[in-house]
């Protein structure tokens, strides 16, 4: 699998953004990746020394309607990894 298909985007929430001072960083992952294919499409990608990688599956999750408050709406399931740097730093807003 090329890199670009491993890596489908970055995770910005409030944590996300606490865990970046710990050189942590939090991407949507392909569900058919392993650690080994998540470690070497980060290298690859931002030319960072990875350290540690964790995989979370996340749970689908259902939600409510705006219109009649009956659970209608479902989020998909997908795949989290949180990456941990040696060295290095990964730039997700460049020019901002």
Known sequence: MH???VIRRPIITEKSSGLA???QYAFVVDPRANKIMIKHAIEQAFDVTVEKV????MPAKRGRSY???QMRIRKSEYKK???TLSEGSIELFEGV
């Not at 964790?54 to 599956?57: D, H, P, V």
């Open 3 to 5: 890199w670009r298909e």
């Open 21 to 23: 001072a710990l050189d």
């Open 54 to 57: 964790r995989i979370l599956n």
């Open 67 to 69: 219109r009649n408050r």
């Open 81 to 83: 990894a949180i990456v």
